[in-house]
C-alpha cells in the first residue's frame, strides 16, 4: 500500500526527469518548421547544438540519479536564458502577446526545476526553495496577467472555457492566491494542488486547440513547446504538493 501511495510521486518525478530530452526534441522541430520559411535561425546553430546537448546531459543526469542538483540547476539556467531571448531577440519575429506566451511558461519550468533541485539535495538549501517559491509566485501571477489583460488568450479562453467572464475571474483569483502562497512561503501542500489543477484545465481545454492558435499565426510547434512547457509546471506542482507540506516556509 505504500508503494502504491508513492506512485504518483515517482511518476511526476520520472516524467520531470525526462522532460529535458523533450524540450530538445521539440526545439528542434520548432527550428525545422521555421527553416521551410526563413534561411537564418533565430538563434546562431552553434548555441542550438550546445543546447541541446545540455538538455540531453540533464536529462540522462537526471535519470541516473547522477548530480542531480547541479543538472537541475543547469536546466534551469538554460530556461531563464530562452525566456530572455525568446523576449528580447527580434529574430524570432514574434509579436509582443507571442514573445510574453513562451517567456511565462519558460519561466514556469525554470521555478519547477529551481524545486527539484531543492528536493533531490540532501541538504535541503533555504536558498533554493527560496528562489524557486518566487520564480513559481512569478510565474503565476504573470498567468494572471496573461488571462485578463492579453487579448487574444483572453478571447481564446472566453471561446474555450465555460462561464465566460465568471470563470476567468474565478481562475484568475485562485491562481493569484495560490502566487501570493509562494511568495509568502505558506500552505505550499494546498495551493501547490490548486494552482495544478486549476493550470492543468487551462491547458487542456485553452492551449491544447492547436488548429486555433494556427489560425492566429503561431508556429504549431511553438504552441506544442508552450504545452509541454506547461504540463511541466503542472508536474512540478504535483510533485511540490507530495514533497512539501503546509508548515514549511522558507526563513
Not at 93 to 100: G, V
Not at 158 to 181: E, F, K, N, P, Q
Request: charged fraction near 10%; charge should be positive; hydrophobic fraction near 50%.
Amino acid at each position: 500500500m505504500a508503494s502504491l501511495g508513492n506512485f504518483p510521486m515517482r511518476a511526476c518525478a520520472f516524467l520531470l526527469y525526462k522532460f529535458p530530452l523533450v524540450d530538445a526534441l521539440s526545439l528542434l522541430m520548432l527550428f525545422g518548421e521555421r527553416a521551410q520559411k526563413e534561411s537564418n535561425p533565430p538563434i546562431h546553430p552553434k548555441l542550438v547544438y550546445a543546447y541541446v546537448i545540455a538538455c540531453i546531459g540533464c536529462g540522462v543526469l537526471l535519470s541516473s540519479g547522477i548530480k542531480q542538483k547541479a543538472a537541475c540547476l543547469m536546466y534551469a539556467g538554460q530556461m531563464l536564458y530562452f525566456a530572455v531571448n525568446f523576449y528580447t531577440n527580434p529574430k524570432w519575429q514574434y509579436t509582443e502577446w507571442q514573445r510574453t506566451m513562451l517567456s511565462l511558461r519558460q519561466i514556469g519550468v525554470l521555478g519547477t526545476y529551481v524545486m527539484l533541485a531543492y528536493i533531490v539535495d540532501k541538504k535541503r538549501s533555504t536558498q533554493l526553495l527560496r528562489i524557486g517559491q518566487i520564480a513559481l509566485g512569478i510565474f503565476l501571477m504573470a498567468t494572471v496577467f496573461l488571462i485578463n489583460s492579453v487579448p487574444q488568450y483572453r478571447e481564446a479562453f472566453s471561446a474555450h472555457m465555460m462561464g465566460g467572464d465568471y470563470m476567468r475571474y474565478l481562475i484568475a483569483v485562485t491562481l493569484a492566491g495560490c502566487a501570493l502562497s509562494f511568495f509568502s512561503g505558506y500552505f505550499l501542500h494546498d495551493m501547490s494542488m490548486c494552482a495544478a489543477v486549476t493550470l492543468l484545465l487551462t491547458t487542456a481545454f485553452v492551449d491544447c486547440d492547436l488548429p486555433y492558435w494556427r489560425n492566429l499565426g503561431v508556429h504549431q510547434w511553438g504552441q506544442i513547446r508552450q504545452i509541454l512547457n506547461s504540463a511541466c509546471a503542472i508536474l512540478g506542482l504535483f510533485y511540490l504538493s507530495f514533497s512539501v507540506d503546509n508548515q514549511l516556509k522558507a526563513d
